[in-house]
């Protein structure tokens, strides 16, 4: 049996596209889906150390808690998909519980290397005010991950421009199929 856990962000949610349909590609590889809808995160939290901290705390509390019944010893496979602030949460539930996983990171915040420890591969854009690029660069290559850089896009991977988006969500949802059905592995 395989598993899927999806882990999102503070406002992107796990029906919005880059969750969506990482969702449902894993899904028709058989994996079965377990969402973390943590959420009641105070507002204003980008540039606030303070405010990321208590996000990061109150979905990791919740994520205990959401999770709890699951056995992941009777999976043959767990993978994690995460955004944003999902993507330390992700690592630091799996550190905490000693869990191999496969990952897709969606625009890991920098705070995600404290804990990451897990094979996987990373999106980031160019333009992503949560995160500076030569950070999650740099985090990227000591780790030895697959990092997938979208030009002048934003947290949520878009620009702007609807149909460059659209061209960039299939061109990412394409590098997510082939890394879930393991086509491409991360180093």
């Known amino acids: 049996m395989k598993l899927a856990v999806v882990f999102p962000g503070i406002g992107y949610h796990v029906d919005k596209p880059l969750l969506y349909y990482s969702k449902k590609i894993a899904r028709s590889q ?8 943590y959420g009641g995160f105070p507002a204003n939290v980008k540039g606030s150390r303070e405010k990321m901290e208590a996000c990061f705390a109150s979905a990791l509390v919740q994520t205990e808690e959401l999770l ?20 330390a949460i992700a690592c630091a539930y799996g550190q905490r519980h000693a869990l191999r996983t496969r990952n897709v ?34 985090e990227c ?15 949520s991977l878009e620009t702007g421009d609807v149909l460059n988006d659209l061209s960039t969500l299939r061109s990412v949802m394409e590098t997510v199929e082939r890394y879930i059905t393991k086509q491409e592995e991360s180093k």
Request: proline residues 6%; without cysteine; aromatic residues 14%.
């Open 30 to 37: 058989g994996y079965q889906v377990a969402d973390v809808p």
């Open 68 to 87: 709890r019944g699951i056995d992941f010893g009777q999976y043959d496979e767990v993978l994690f998909l995460s955004k944003s602030i999902g993507t």
């Open 105 to 138: 990171y969606f625009t890991p915040v920098a705070e995600t290397f404290l804990f990451q420890e897990q094979p996987g591969i990373v999106f980031h854009g160019t333009g992503d005010s949560w995160a500076d690029t030569a950070v999650i660069q740099a």
């Open 141 to 155: 290559e000591k780790r030895g991950l697959p990092l997938y850089l979208v030009p002048n896009a934003d947290h």
